[in-house]
Every structure is written in structure tokens, then in C-alpha cells.
């Protein structure tokens, strides 16, 4: 995979328009605003490839983009903004409960929290979905640009606390706007997709 060619795929807004597919599925999540696109975007080397957003809950379909015909990038629909219609959220629910529901499809799990706060309720129980489905799951802890260095330690423990993550489970200190450290996710992406059903 060297990023050499990336298609918008599809834009899934219920059940029934989700992909089935045998290839590899690195599948993106977190709370609206986040940074859930722009991180994409920064992995991608594109500047508008998954919509960003200045208001949140702009992402509110399951969003796909192949990569280099070998592997899916999943953009999943923001959750945790309050503004959002109760008939949306409940079409958010079904639409990750079916998304969640299909077995063994998730290459990679990239859980994206905010570095400089305590994950939110709604962030464990995105973490739980992800440990369930079995997949083998990162933290990018983005925005890592807005803390002082002297923050990242004890945000870091906060999060591996708050989120009660597995020892051997990496927490990326990332900056989409920046950056930082997307060289790191990156060999990760490209390494589990490698491994994949190997
Ligand atoms: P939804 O699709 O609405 O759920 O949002 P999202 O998670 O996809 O977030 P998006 O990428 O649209 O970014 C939300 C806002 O955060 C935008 O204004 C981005 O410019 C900003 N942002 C994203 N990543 C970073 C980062 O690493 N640092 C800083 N300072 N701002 C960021
Ligand atoms: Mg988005």
C-alpha cells in the first residue's frame, strides 16, 4: 500500500448500503469534531477527501475509501453531539449496531479520542464495541498540538486509565493539523493490512 491511488467509494447512510467485503477494513471512530476526517486526510495525503467540518456531526454516514484497491478506510459517523434530533441518533445506533454486527470484518480499529481530555462515556462505549468485535484496536489521541509537553504524560495515563485498555494496546500522541506522528499510524495501517487473514 503506498497511497498512490485513493477513490471515494460510498457513502452508506443506512444497513442496507453498507459494503460487505473480504478486503481489508481499517475503520475510524470517535466523538463529532474530533478529528475523525481530518485524520484520514492527513493519513491519505489529501486535503478534502473525507469531509471536514468547522460544525460538528457533519459525518453522519458510514463513509468508505479504497485505498490503493487493496484496503477500505471507514470514516464512521461522529457520535456525542448533543444538538443532534433523536431521529437522528437512533438512525446512528442502527446504523453502527449493523455496521458493528458483521463478523470478523474490522482489520483495524482506530478509536480517535481528544489528547487534551478525559474520553467521554460515549468513548468507552465505542471502545467496548471495538474490544467485542474481537479487532485489533489503536488510540490516536489527536489535537495533541493544543496540550504542553508537560500535559502528555499524565493525559496519556488518564486515557489508558479511562478507557481501561489492554497493556499491549498503543496510544498514538497525534496531530492532524500537524502531523505529528502520522508516519506511526501509518506503518501500523500499513502492517495490519499486510497481516490480514494471512
Ligand atoms: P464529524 O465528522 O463532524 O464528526 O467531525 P470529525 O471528527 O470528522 O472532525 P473534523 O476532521 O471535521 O475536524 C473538526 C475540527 O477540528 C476542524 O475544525 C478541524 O480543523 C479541527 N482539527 C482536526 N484535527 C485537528 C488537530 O490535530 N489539531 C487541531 N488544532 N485542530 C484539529
Ligand atoms: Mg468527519
Redo the contacts with the bound molecule.
Keep these: 500500500m503506498n497511497i498512490h491511488n485513493v477513490e471515494f467509494i460510498k457513502s452508506a447512510a443506512n444497513a442496507k448500503d453498507l459494503i460487505e467485503t473480504p478486503m481489508p477494513q481499517i475503520v475510524f471512530s470517535?466523538?463529532?469534531?474530533?478529528?475523525?476526517?481530518?485524520?484520514?486526510?492527513?493519513l491519505l495525503n489529501r486535503k478534502s477527501l473525507?469531509?471536514?467540518?468547522?460544525?460538528?456531526?457533519?459525518?453522519?454516514h458510514v463513509n468508505y475509501i479504497l485505498v490503493d484497491k487493496r484496503a477500505y478506510f471507514v470514516?464512521l459517523?461522529?457520535?456525542g453531539?448533543a444538538k443532534v434530533a433523536k431521529t437522528e441518533k437512533a438512525r446512528w445506533s442502527k446504523l453502527m449496531e449493523e455496521f458493528f454486527i458483521q463478523p470478523d470484518h474490522i482489520t483495524l480499529g482506530v478509536m480517535?479520542v481528544d489528547a487534551r481530555h478525559k474520553p467521554t462515556a460515549d468513548d468507552v462505549i465505542m471502545s467496548q464495541w471495538f474490544k467485542d468485535s474481537g479487532c485489533d484496536m489503536i488510540i490516536v489521541a489527536?489535537?495533541?498540538?493544543?496540550l504542553k509537553n508537560s500535559e502528555k504524560e499524565r493525559n496519556l495515563s488518564v486515557i489508558r486509565e479511562t478507557l481501561d485498555l489492554h497493556n499491549d494496546t498503543q496510544i498514538i500522541m497525534?496531530?492532524?493539523?500537524?502531523g505529528?506522528n502520522s508516519d506511526v499510524l501509518l506503518a501500523k495501517i500499513k502492517d495490519s493490512v499486510a497481516r490480514w487473514k494471512q
Design positions: 470517535g466523538k463529532s469534531n474530533v478529528g475523525k476526517s481530518s485524520v484520514i486526510n492527513r473525507a469531509r471536514v467540518s468547522s460544525s460538528p456531526g457533519k459525518t453522519i470514516d459517523p461522529g457520535y453531539y480517535i489527536n489535537k495533541v498540538d493544543k497525534f496531530s492532524a493539523e500537524k505529528t
